[in-house]
């Protein structure tokens, strides 16, 4: 377990998966979290299940998807991921999802990431860390930027959300921009 002082990060349960199953059936919990991707969302119970039997047996070595807990009650609010991680180039990708509409713009998604960010550097050695969003996400464009990462480019277009295009934002952090969080 990873614990902040707003969030803490524990290894996927069976038991997430109704949580998931209600987050990505929300769509306005689908528009933020993955700019309508329809890989997202919505789903069934039984889509849920077959992604969770493949996402309770990775490899922490090469992908990992966290639950996110309201630290005072243990409520899960949402889940953070990282995939794609090459140790060789020393590289991942991550993800967030808080899927509990009350906790949005509330810091816990971005103590999370923060937690799971200074994870993967310090426990893992990482170079690279990079996530992307959609432009019309300004708060995950705000969260990104006060953690520390940089927007490195744009693709443009290659959101469509609500009907609309926009441009998939790509932010990274280097090994050598990360500040760590202290802990008391």
């Known amino acids: 377990m990873i614990e902040g002082t707003l969030v803490k990060l524990r ?3 069976a038991e997430d998966a109704e949580h998931h199953l209600r ?14 991707d329809p890989c997202f969302g919505p789903v069934t119970a039984e889509g849920v299940e077959t992604g969770f039997s493949t996402m309770l047996r990775l490899v922490p070595r090469e992908a990992a998807v966290l639950t996110v807990e309201e630290a005072a009650t243990d409520r899960v609010i949402g889940a953070v991921d990282y995939r ?10 991550l993800g967030i999802t808080i899927g509990e509409k009350e ?18 550097f310090g426990a893992y050695g990482l170079n690279r860390l990079e996530l992307d969003t959609w432009s019309g996400n300004e708060r995950a464009v705000r969260a990104f930027t006060r953690l520390g990462f940089r927007e490195e480019g744009r693709r443009r277009a290659a959101a469509l959300v ?12 280097l090994r050598e921009e990360w500040k760590p969080a202290v802990r008391p």
């Open 23 to 36: 987050w990505r059936n929300d769509p306005e919990v689908v528009r933020f979290a993955a700019a309508g």
């Open 11 to 13: 290894a996927l349960r």
């Open 162 to 173: 609500g009907g609309v295009r926009h441009d998939r934002v790509l932010f990274g952090m």
């Open 103 to 120: 906790f949005w713009g509330r810091g816990h998604g971005s103590e999370a990431l923060r937690l799971l960010v200074d994870h993967l």
């Open 84 to 93: 794609d991680l090459d140790p060789f180039v020393g590289v991942a990708t």
